[in-house]
């Protein structure tokens, strides 16, 4: 069954999608960029205020591809309780070194790695977060006015990196500005998540404040295969 990742950049917003009863609470900061964070204090207090009533991610911002960078960015999140940290690849640097690095960190906490299906990443590197034992890979969109992940990248393309993914027994999700009429088209390639920011907001504003008919619309459209 795939589940729904609701995107939000406050407490109130947090309590908005727990009261939804979404699948993930994943804390970012929209004004910032595709990945961007929020402090660790909100985080930290976000994090305690939801008490384990549902899994919290965060991510750490749209950092330069600098091992040491975001290995320290990455220790810090983890402080704050989060379940999952998620980390984007952007292009340029050494994804390689920056993987092993992280691997690290992965004993005691769960790392998500986001690439970016604007930037054509190279499906092979998953191989290689299995290996430093990541929890999981998501396929997000950089330029979110550029297109959903659906306008950017074929069918045939999301099935494999679902496919690469399942392969290497890792957790799985799908983002990249997905609106309603997205969801019946991806759901058949059977991620464990769907991601949501912008569908979510008023006039799919993703820097705006929740719409909470959006939110119902769209937990409905995804559980509709249950």
């Not at 699948?23 to 207090?45: C, H, M, R």
């Not at 976000?46 to 549902?54: E, Q, S």
């Not at 997000?140 to 297109?147: F, L, P, V």
């Amino acid at each position: 069954m795939t589940g729904m990742l609701a995107s939000v950049k406050n407490l109130a917003e947090a309590e908005l999608v727990l009261n939804a009863n979404v699948d993930i609470i994943d804390l970012k900061q929209p004004e910032f960029g595709a990945l961007g964070a929020l402090s660790v204090e909100l985080v930290a207090e976000i994090v305690a205020k939801i008490n384990r009533r549902c899994v919290v991610s965060a991510t750490v911002g749209d950092l330069p591809m600098d091992a040491d960078l975001i290995f320290n960015a990455v220790s810090e999140m983890a402080k704050t309780g989060v379940d999952f940290v998620k980390i984007g690849f952007f292009p340029d640097g050494n994804w390689l070194s920056i993987v092993q690095k992280l691997g690290d960190l992965t004993e005691n906490t769960r790392l998500i790695a986001v690439l970016f299906a604007d930037t054509k990443p190279d499906f092979a590197i998953i191989s290689e977060l299995k290996k430093a034992n990541f929890a999981g890979v998501m396929l997000d969109t950089m330029h979110k006015k550029n297109g959903s992940l659906t306008q950017i990248m074929s069918p045939e393309t999301i099935a494999e990196f679902v496919e690469f993914a399942k392969k290497e027994a890792l957790i799985c999700g799908l983002a990249g500005s997905l609106r309603w009429e997205n969801i019946a088209e991806l759901l058949p390639f059977d991620a464990d998540y769907l991601g949501f920011r912008g569908a979510l907001c008023n006039q799919h504003n993703r820097v705006g404040e929740l719409d909470l008919n959006a939110l119902q619309m769209i937990y409905s459209a995804v559980r509709a295969t249950i």
